[in-house]
C-alpha cells in the first residue's frame, strides 16, 4: 500500500451485508429490547428517587460555572485524544481534520448504539475511506481498543494506592466461579475445533498490525498517549463537575469511583452507557460517602458535558461527513 489516504472505497464494501438481512434486524431488535428495558428501570429509579434527582438538578444549576468549564474542556479534549490514539493505530497517515471531526461524530454515534456499535462503525466507515483494507482497518480499531483497556487499568493501578480501601474485590458464590470457567473451557473448546485457523489468521494479523505501530516510535507515542489522555480526560470532567457541586470526596476518589463503575456499566452494553454507568457512578459516590443528592448533580452535569450537548453537533457532523463521503 502506497500509505496515501483516498476517498475510494469498493463498491459494495460497506453495504453488502454478509450474513443477510434477518440476523442483522433480529440484533437490532435484541438491542432495542435491552435499551428500552435499561430506560424503563432508569424511570422507575427515577419516579422512586425524585426528590433526590430534583435537588441534584438545582444544586448543578447553582454550580461553580469555573470548575463546569474546567470539565467542559477535559470533554472537547476527550475527542482529540480520540483522534491521536486512532491515528498511532495505523501507520498510514490520516487527514487530521477529517479524523477529528469523526471522532466528534462517533460519539454521537455511540450514544445511539450499544456496546460501542456506533463510534466502531463511523471509525471503520473513515478507515475505509483513507484507503485500508477491511482487515486491516478492524486490526486498527482492536489495537486502538485494547490500548484504551490497558489505559484504563493503569490509571486505576495508579489511583488505588492513594484510595487504600475504596474498591473491594466482591465475594462470589462457588457456583458463579465454576460456571465462569466452564463457560471459558467451553470457549476455548469451540476455539480449538474447525475455528480455530481462522483464529489464528486473525490474530497473526493483529500481531502484525501491533508489531508495525510500534516500530514506529511516533505512532507508538500516539496510541499510548491518545489512550491514556482520553481516558484521564475523562476522569478530569467528572472530578471538575463534582468539585463544581462541591461534592465532599477527593479527586483520586472519584476519579477511581468512575473508572470502576465505567467499567462495571461496560457489562451492561447500553448505548453509551446511558442509564447503566449513570446509576453505578452515582451509587459508587453515594456509598463511598457523598450525600445522594449532590452525587446526582454530579453525574448530571458529566453526562450534561459529554452526551447531551455535544450530541446534536455530533449527529449534524455526522450527517455532514456522510453527504461529503468522508464516511
Known sequence: MSGRATDTVPRGTLDAPADGPGPRLRGVVWQGALLLCVLLFLAYLTQRHWPTVRSGAVRLALADQGWLAVGAVAAVGTWAASALAQQGAVVERLPGVRLVAAQFA????????????????????????????????????????????????????????????????????????????????????????????????????????????????????ALWGGSLAFAALHCSAVVAVARAVALPLPAP????????????????????GLGSLDAALVLALATSGAPAATAA????GYRMLTVWLPLTPGLLTLAVLLRRKAL
Open 253 to 272: 476518589e472519584v476519579a477511581l469511583l468512575y473508572l470502576a463503575a465505567s467499567g462495571a456499566a461496560a457489562l451492561l452494553p447500553t448505548p453509551g
Open 297 to 300: 448533580s454530579a453525574v448530571l
Open 106 to 221: 462517533a460519539g454521537a454515534a455511540n450514544h445511539l448504539l450499544p456496546a460501542g456499535i456506533g463510534a466502531g462503525a463511523v471509525n471503520l466507515r473513515f478507515l475505509l475511506r483513507c484507503g485500508l483494507p477491511m482487515g486491516r482497518s478492524a486490526g486498527a480499531l482492536a489495537v486502538k481498543g485494547g490500548a484504551g483497556g490497558v489505559s484504563r487499568l493503569a490509571l486505576i493501578a495508579l489511583l488505588v494506592p492513594f484510595c487504600p480501601g475504596l474498591l473491594r474485590v466482591p465475594e462470589l458464590p462457588l457456583a458463579w466461579l465454576v460456571g465462569a470457567l466452564g463457560a471459558v473451557a467451553l470457549i476455548a473448546a469451540v476455539a480449538a475445533g474447525p475455528l480455530w485457523p481462522r483464529c489464528r489468521l486473525a490474530l497473526r494479523a493483529l500481531m502484525a498490525d501491533v508489531r508495525a505501530v510500534h516500530a514506529r516510535p511516533g505512532r507508538a507515542v
